[in-house]
Structure formats: C-alpha cells, structure tokens
C-alpha cells in the first residue's frame, strides 16, 4: 500500500505523509484489505477545492474533501491483478484552509481535523457512504474506530 501525498503548503505539513499512510494501514487492516493500492492525496487551496466541487459535484462552493474512486464498479477487496504490482484505488483532494477552519469552529486540533478527512475520504473510495441514515451508521463508527485504532500505535 502506498500513499502518494502531495503538500504545495510547506514543510509545515509533511508530516502529514506518514499519518496518512498510518491511517489507511489501520483501515486496511481492519477491513481485510489486502490489495496493494496506491492512494493519491492533495492538499489544496479553496479557489482549487471550489471549482472541483463545482464542475464534477455541481455544489457551487468550498468543502472540506473530495474522493475520486478509479474502482467504484469493483469490489475493494477483489485482487484481479499480481499483489505485487500497486493498484489505483482512487484521489482524496483536502482543502486545507477549511479544515482550517472547521478545526478551529469545533475545537479539533488541526491533526485531528486533517485525520478525520483523510479517513472520510478513503472510506468513500472504498465503497462507504452516508446519504442514508442506515450507510451513516455503518460509516461514522468505522471512521472513529480507525482513527482511535491509529491513535493507539
């Protein structure tokens, strides 16, 4: 499993790298996924995030995380091609002036805000959603587990 990370915001944040991988480790884990994906994540800017939201999500407006999922027709625990060779399971894009700001509106450290994105993000490109009632309360609990699960090592 491999984390691409992609930082235009400083050094400041590389440390960023490490937990993202960590986290997407202990979701693994949890899960029974042992394919070897590749996972691209961005920090962006709220000009960036806005117009992504707008021309694919049609929402005119910043927001905290976007997923793209390269496998949404597949299972993400079907292996189809040699384990060795990394598979694309999808891009998580964080724009980190809102995570910014959301930190700071709801009391979070910006460790944990950016934490919980990320985790937010690849549960949605593992299939995992929330728009019913029934999907939120499979997804909610896991993206608090994973987080308390990495938070333990």
Not at 53 to 72: E, G, K, Q, W
Not at 79 to 101: F, N
């Amino acid at each position: 499993m491999n984390v691409d990370f992609t930082n235009p915001f400083g050094e400041e944040y590389d440390w960023l790298e490490e937990r993202y991988t960590n986290l997407a480790k202990t979701a693994f884990s949890l899960l029974s996924i042992t394919v070897n994906y590749e996972i691209d994540v961005s920090l962006v800017d709220d000009e960036t995030i806005h117009e992504i939201n707008r021309d694919y999500r049609h929402v005119d407006r910043v927001t905290d995380v976007i997923s793209f999922a390269f496998n949404d027709d597949k299972d993400p625990k079907d292996a189809i091609l040699d384990p060795s060779v990394p598979r694309m399971l999808g891009e998580i894009l964080i724009c980190l002036p809102q995570a910014q700001r959301q930190a700071k509106e709801i009391g979070n450290t910006i460790q944990r805000e950016l934490s919980f994105l990320f985790v937010h993000g690849l549960l949605h490109l593992l299939g995992y959603d929330h728009m019913k009632k029934e999907d939120e309360e499979i997804m909610f609990p896991l993206q608090d587990k994973i987080l308390e699960e990495t938070d333990k090592k």
